[in-house]
């Protein structure tokens, strides 16, 4: 069974409609990527499979769940890591992480068991005791993608990780992503740089105007299209 | 209940912070020296008076004046041969007020003529101790020309009452209130109406002040900070969300009203405590003061009222972006606030047309504002309509709450109030 199933997905807001029949799937253990440049439907795809928004139609589940209908059955196996998402800025990041375990835990025991993966992940050393206003941009998201991935979910869903970050943060931030989908879980996320996708992902969506235009194994879609990157694929594929 | 308490010690984290207990702080201090300053000047205010007499006549009528004048001031003799003198003399033994009788004062009465005493008020501060001086001294002098009056009527009528030949008619002031006579003046009876009637609503303003504005800033901060999705998408219900916020700003507006209502206590009855002794000695003569079951229906009132300010704010706030635009946004509840606030010292509700009367009773905040009036006259039919409502309004908004968390309005629908501005 997919950990991710994406059928005919529709979304309006409004008149306006957002997502035109999205399809896609993950297996256990893939790195899967949405591609599309700005308003191309990223975020709102990755915000109705986080259970965020609801769907004007189509199917998501999510290891077998409807997202409108059993949304917090899902909520405990996936994670969500918005693009510029920050953390509660007076607070230190060792106690956002004891925060936040506490939403996911059962017990005490737990929780030090997700602190402490969280602590090995951010690798932010002394830096996790001071508070997280005096984080940079690259110390938060890694603090924030430690957050999203210390309990473990069968799902991690990743809004451009990486944006706005310099090109070392940018890099531990990929390896982390890499390792953490070696362990098994399935990774779910979106970007508009291409060139980080094919690095990352196992299999890529591109989405253009709310559709999805071609889909499958970066080296197999640039065999397609004869081509040498996935920035060309799309560029082949949306004419 | 370990999720729920995890988020709510967030909530209060969040909310405490060295601004919001440094305001804290200095207001309350600022109220108990204001406090302070107020009860020495009251003091001062209750300690007999100076008046200085320059007395330029000998008769008769002079000396009633200066017996009436020693029975309640402290009378110094001021020295000097002309106004100007006898000013600075007074001035420089810090003497407020100043009676001059002049020569020929008595001959002018025995004569049957009307004479003048002249007043002189020595200002050096403008301040209130002048006024209530002057206040009493104007009293004074009524109770002079009575006296003087007295003695002439009793010269005159020959042996004729003058009491009777002054005020012939006598009045008794009774008052019915809740099916009995008291015999009261109805002066005192809305003196405690008024009295109870002030500190209601600064206690609800209060509380829904600080309520309403931490609530919003909460949510203001969430979006703001951007970590209402992340909140949203942890496996903890929607209402848990809401809620704590909810119960944490509860939690820390009590505290606060509480020692603000403390701080505004000592300044507003700071020497005061001998009128307020005085309206209390009425409400227990009269049956005005709330019984036990009075009271627990008031304070249902009072909770019922802020908790529908609270989903109110926070209502509005779930679509704000940022935490400016969240302080403008609950300005509407404090205009639903103030609305029976005003009405409550201009119209009379129960005068109203059922149409007039019916629109106000759809504002919450009017049910505590007129609580203590209709249980004291005895209105148990509005009580009760007054809380049935607010239960009833609390559960509607609670639901919409809980309706409106869980539709995509709270992260699509946007009130910048900023952009307005």
Known sequence: MPVLEVNSLIKFYGKVQALKGIYFSAEEGEIFGLIGPNGAGKTTTLRIISTLLTPSGGEVKVLGFDVQKEASKIRKFIS??????????????????KLMAHLYADDKKEVEKMVLKAIEIAKLGDRIYSKVSTYSKGMTRKLLLARALMHEPKLAILDEPTSGLDVLNAHEIRKIIKEFAREGKTVLLSSHNMLEVEYLCDRVAFIHEGNIVEQGKPEELKKKYGVKNLEEVFVEAVK | MRKFTALLIKELRELINKQLIASFVIIILMFQIIGKIGESESKKLEERKEIGLVMLDDGKYSKTIETTLRSIFNVYRVEGSTPEEWMKNAYESDIRNVVVIPQGFSREIEAGKRAKIEVYAVTKSLGIRERIQKTILTSIINSLNASISRELLLEKTKGEDPEFLTKPVLTEEYVYLKGKILKASSDAIFAYMIQQSIFIPIILFLLLVFTSQMIATAMGQEKENKTLETLLTTPVSRASIIFAKMISAVILSC????????????????????????????????????????????????????????????????????????H?????????????YFLSFTVDIMELSPVAKTVIYLIPFTHPFYFYRFYALGYMKDVFFGIAYLVLLNILLTLLIIKLFSTDLLLTARINLRKGR
């Open chain 1, 80 to 97: 969500y890591l918005p693009e510029e998402a920050g953390a509660y800025r007076n607070l230190r990041g060792i106690d956002y992480l």
């Open chain 2, 255 to 326: 505290i606060f009203a509480g020692a603000y209502m403390y701080g505004f206590k000592g300044y507003m009855f700071a020497g005061t405590g001998g009128a307020l002794s005085e309206l209390t000695k009425i409400a227990k003569n009269y049956d005005l003061a709330l019984p036990v079951q009075g009271i627990i229906l008031f304070g249902i009132c009072i909770f019922l009222s802020l908790l529908t300010g609270l989903l109110m704010t926070t209502i509005i706030s779930l679509f704000v972006e940022d935490t400016r635009s969240a």
């Open chain 2, 328 to 340: 403008l946004a609950i300005t509407p509840v404090m205009i639903l606030l103030l609305i029976p």
